[in-house]
């Protein structure tokens, strides 16, 4: 994981992970949150590269990708299913496993209080 300053990038800070990253996204002010191939959800410092915490086995396969609301962190994964876990304390609050293949994105509508989940279509 690398944060990486746009005027002239320059790399500010970065972390390694005990297997590939597949995905990152911001958290609060001061957090970032990645994806690894190992299933877990780790969490680091955004000033120095700090881990910070971890869910483990958040996906049986890949973490695809993550959103962050307001209460919650939203995962999807590699097993097509989509994980909700409390911003607060990490702990796992819900599972919807709707989708056959993994998710490719999630989107949190700031304005109406729901969620999007993308994963490819279906073919029948």
Same mark, same amino acid.
């Given at each position: 994981?690398?944060?990486?300053?746009?005027?002239? @990038?320059?790399?500010?800070?970065?972390?390694?992970?005990?297997?590939?990253?597949?995905?990152?996204?911001?958290?609060?002010?001061?957090?970032?949150?990645?994806?690894?191939?190992?299933?877990?959800?780790?969490?680091?410092?955004?000033?120095?590269?700090?881990?910070?915490?971890?869910?483990?086995?958040?996906?049986?396969?890949?973490?695809?990708?993550?959103?962050?609301?307001?209460?919650?962190?939203?995962?999807?994964?590699?097993?097509?299913?989509?994980?909700?876990?409390?911003?607060?304390?990490?702990?796992?609050?819900?599972? @919807?496993?709707?989708?056959?293949?993994? =998710?490719?994105?999630?989107?949190?509508?700031? @304005?109406?209080?729901?969620?999007? =989940?993308?994963?490819?279509?279906?073919?029948?």
């Amino acid at each position: 994981m690398r944060i990486v300053d746009l005027t002239d @990038y320059s790399v500010l800070v970065s972390a390694r992970g005990p297997s590939e990253g597949t995905c990152v996204v911001w958290f609060g002010e001061d957090k970032v949150l990645t994806g690894w191939a190992d299933g877990a959800l780790r969490i680091y410092a955004a000033a120095d590269g700090a881990p910070m915490g971890q869910i483990p086995k958040c996906h049986r396969g890949r973490v695809t990708c993550i959103a962050v609301g307001q209460e919650f962190i939203f995962t999807g994964g590699d097993d097509g299913a989509m994980r909700v876990w409390s911003a607060h304390n990490l702990e796992f609050v819900a599972q @919807y496993s709707e989708h056959g293949k993994a =998710l490719t994105a999630l989107l949190v509508d700031r @304005y109406i209080p729901s969620l999007r =989940l993308f994963s490819p279509p279906r073919r029948f």
